[in-house]
């Protein structure tokens, strides 16, 4: 079975998706986490987003999981991909094309003859179109900046301010959902949960009745 969770950065996608899947026992595959990694690998290696030769320098770029971290080339840069100069930057690499099928393929091989809950922007769109449940969040904006200042300053993030991280998140938004590349979209079949008064497990409580037809 293939859950997929699409939303907006903040509102809940990560959280969400990830308690799901221990309650269900479930994989849990975050592609917010995996842009990010490639957005850092691109970053430290100075390769542009419209790098003629992109496709060919990402063959470099391995991802693996260990215990919850997340491993780049066997590096652990599970902290590194949550600094601030990465989410300024991490919509641009992801609207490049070439990332998004790579990562696209990444994820599908993940989920071959598995059960598992997918999170991101275009999941039930675009990476798992046939996904058995469609979910997408979406919460208000200041709501949005405040859990994301919250879990930055929770990850020991330093100099970081608050009306940044809703610039950021407005921008994030309005590039996710004009991108040329599989744009950010509330699927036809997906089911909506606004999230601004919800906690994480009412957000869970509430995918898990609807699955299980409550």
């Given at each position: 079975?293939?859950?997929?969770?699409?939303?907006?950065?903040?509102?809940?996608?990560?959280?969400?998706?990830k308690?799901?899947?221990?309650?269900?026992?479930?994989?849990?595959i975050?592609?917010?986490?995996?842009?990010?990694?490639?957005?850092?690998?691109?970053?430290?290696?100075?390769?542009?987003?419209?790098?003629?030769?992109?496709?060919?320098?990402?063959?470099?770029?391995?991802?693996?999981?260990?215990?919850?971290?997340?491993?780049?080339?066997?590096k652990?840069?599970?902290?590194?991909?949550?600094?601030?100069?990465?989410?300024?930057?991490?919509?641009?690499?992801?609207?490049?094309?070439?990332?998004?099928?790579?990562?696209?393929?990444?994820?599908?091989?993940?989920?071959?003859?598995?059960?598992?809950?997918?999170?991101?922007?275009?999941?039930?769109?675009?990476?798992?179109?046939?996904?058995?449940?469609?979910?997408?969040?979406?919460?208000?904006?200041?709501v949005?900046?405040?859990?994301?200042?919250?879990?930055?300053?929770?990850?020991?993030?330093?100099?970081?301010?608050?009306?940044?991280?809703l610039?950021?998140?407005?921008?994030?938004?309005?590039?996710?959902?004009?991108?040329?590349?599989?744009?950010?979209?509330?699927?036809?079949?997906?089911?909506?949960i606004?999230?601004?008064?919800?906690?994480?497990?009412?957000?869970?409580?509430?995918?898990?009745?609807?699955?299980?037809?409550?």
């Open positions: 079975m293939i859950i997929a969770i699409d939303g907006t950065s903040g509102s809940g996608k990560s959280t969400t998706a308690r799901l899947s221990e309650e269900l026992n479930f994989l849990h975050d592609s917010g986490s995996l842009y990010r990694v490639a957005t850092y690998f691109c970053i430290i290696n100075e390769i542009k987003s419209d790098d003629d030769n992109l496709e060919s320098k990402l063959d470099d770029m391995n991802i693996d999981f260990d215990d919850r971290k997340i491993l780049l080339n066997g652990d840069i599970t902290s590194e991909i949550r600094e601030h100069y990465i989410s300024d930057s991490v919509s641009d690499f992801s609207s490049n094309v070439i990332i998004r099928n790579k990562l696209s393929d990444f994820q599908k091989k993940l989920a071959k003859n598995r059960n598992a809950v997918v999170e991101g922007r275009d999941i039930a769109t675009h990476v798992f179109p046939s996904a058995d449940y469609k979910f997408y969040l979406s919460a208000d904006i200041e949005r900046a405040k859990r994301r200042y919250k879990q930055m300053i929770e990850s020991d993030s330093q100099g970081i301010d608050k009306k940044d991280i610039t950021n998140l407005i921008k994030r938004d309005q590039l996710d959902m004009n991108r040329e590349h599989s744009p950010l979209l509330k699927d036809k079949d997906a089911i909506e606004n999230t601004t008064n919800l906690n994480i497990d009412e957000q869970v409580n509430l995918i898990i009745k609807t699955i299980n037809k409550e």
